[in-house]
């Protein structure tokens, strides 16, 4: 199997850093996602041994990437990158929660380092937002072609159905967009499709553009119709 990126959980809580890193593991079961939390000792804090160890064991070659919750774990995890390979372990400025399921996803879909790096910090405030409601993406204005899709998963959208469907669509020539109820998301943007608040049942236009759009479009009838795997 092709090396992935590998993420760190760095956090002043063990379980604050394992429930993000259960969170991000699930959106992305063949990506290491390794928390490192808490003093060493029970309590709040951060451990750099820990820290270090983290960063080892989840790189099996493509490198790391690390978030942090508050700004002494961030001192932490800089100490720790310095008795890794240069480049290989890169400590990001990101929402926790949000950076790290994006990261997931991005690693998952096979994007490397510097890619996910990006993906990441995208999950941060000042990151580009979709169109306003009702505005058609310009890059899909001509040569789309779209289908109607139904949510057929009790949930509809939420983050797991958003991750496979980001999934889903990775790595293909294709740009995909994801309306619902006036607005749009990127289908590649785990956080924009949560964001679309698609209910189970919810009729959903997919609409895609490029060389693999018609891919595309087969790949996330053929998801709805296995209820997004639920």
């Known amino acids: 199997m092709?090396?992935?990126?590998?993420?760190?959980v760095v956090s002043h809580s063990a379980k604050l850093a394992e429930g993000v890193a259960e969170l991000a593991g699930q959106m992305a079961p063949d990506v290491v996602v390794l928390p490192a939390g808490g003093d060493g000792d029970g309590g709040l804090g951060t451990d750099y041994e820990k820290v270090v160890a983290a960063m080892t064991e989840a790189d099996s070659g493509a490198g790391v990437v690390v978030l942090y919750d508050l700004g002494s774990a961030k001192m932490i995890a800089d100490m720790a990158v310095e008795e890794t390979e240069d480049g290989?372990?890169?400590?990001?400025?990101?929402?926790?929660?949000?950076?790290?399921?994006?990261?997931?996803?991005?690693?998952?879909?096979?994007?490397?380092l510097a890619d996910v790096?990006?993906?990441?910090?995208?999950?941060?405030?000042?990151?580009?937002?979709?169109?306003?409601?009702?505005?058609?993406?310009?890059?899909?204005?001509?040569?789309?072609?779209?289908?109607?899709?139904?949510?057929?998963?009790e949930v509809g959208l939420h983050a797991r159905p958003s991750a496979l469907l980001a999934r889903t669509?990775?790595?293909?020539?294709?740009?995909?967009?994801?309306?619902?109820?006036?607005?749009?998301a990127d289908a590649k943007s785990v956080l924009a499709l949560m964001g679309l608040g698609a209910p189970g049942g919810a009729h959903i236009e997919v609409v895609a553009s490029g060389k693999d759009a018609e891919e595309a479009l087969r790949r996330v009838e053929e998801l709805a119709e296995r209820g997004f795997d639920e």
């Open 2 to 8: 092709t090396p992935r990126v590998g993420l760190v």
């Open 88 to 112: 290989r372990v890169i400590v990001v400025d990101a929402p926790l929660v949000e950076g790290a399921v994006v990261a997931a996803v991005s690693a998952q879909g096979g994007a490397g």
């Open 117 to 153: 790096v990006v993906a990441a910090a995208s999950a941060g405030p000042g990151a580009p937002q979709p169109p306003p409601a009702g505005r058609p993406s310009l890059r899909l204005v001509t040569n789309a072609a779209s289908v109607d899709v139904v949510l057929t998963n």
């Open 169 to 184: 669509v990775a790595g293909l020539d294709a740009d995909v967009v994801v309306r619902f109820g006036g607005d749009e």
